[in-house]
């Protein structure tokens, strides 16, 4: 039995961070998938571990901790003697914790869009601010990652922790990462998504269903 456990629920990008990181960090973990649908973010029980009633938690010896930004840098300081997600040199160091903060831009800008999730319309200057931003991150990888497969330097980083679990929900909802429009970002993705730490933890449901058509069109 492990003494850590990952809270989280199918499909939410911050908990598949989450278990990215403790993934190449080789942290022994289990995991208790919840439906929100059915309320078990809003029970007693979870909301004595994070009173907003949101995952990701990770439960890690008896300590709870909540919102995965807070949770990776726990478990990059609590197990130093585990590989890195911080790159040593101190630019780029400095690279990747920039990158696994911008997100946030990626995030507003692709959640900007949900009224297309139910069959709304939003303006196209909505549409194309997503599609600017996605064209930041193809620059971004066009950077590094190329070659070495990682967003910044060498190895596996917060910044890989935090991109990958968003551009696989990007392509799930139907964004175009083709080689045409965006070679780099569609090489760092086919790399990442078959490697067996993304097919292990690939959303269950997601399996079970095919991919989104919304973004199709952007």
Not at 69 to 98: C, F, G, N, V
Not at 140 to 146: H, K, Q, T
Request: glycine fraction near 6%.
């Amino acid at each position: 039995m492990s003494d850590r456990t990952l809270y989280w629920i199918g499909g939410s990008p911050y908990a598949w961070a989450v278990s990215l990181a403790l993934e190449y960090k080789g942290l022994e973990y289990e995991h208790k998938l919840l439906s929100a649908s059915d309320g078990e973010l809003k029970t007693p029980e979870f909301l004595a571990l994070n009173p907003r009633g949101k995952v990701p938690v990770l439960v890690d010896q008896a300590l709870a901790v909540y919102e995965s930004q807070a949770i990776i840098m726990h478990l990059e300081l609590s197990y130093p003697d585990k590989p890195s997600l911080l790159p040593k040199d101190k630019a780029l160091r400095a690279k990747a914790l920039t990158r696994a903060n911008e997100i946030q831009y990626l995030t507003a800008a692709a959640m900007a869009l949900r009224p297309l999730f139910g069959g709304g319309e939003v303006a196209e200057e909505v549409k194309s601010a997503l599609v600017a931003e996605v064209r930041r991150w193809e620059a971004y990888a066009l950077e590094s990652s190329r070659e070495s497969g990682f967003l910044v330097g060498d190895a596996f980083s917060v910044a890989d922790a935090n991109l990958i679990p968003y551009l696989a929900l990007l392509k799930r909802f139907g964004f175009n990462f083709s080689q045409e429009k965006f070679p780099a970002l569609a090489l760092y993705l086919s790399r990442h998504t078959d490697c067996p730490h993304f097919q292990r933890l690939y959303p269950p449901h997601w399996k079970e269903s095919d991919d989104k058509t919304w973004l199709a069109d952007l």
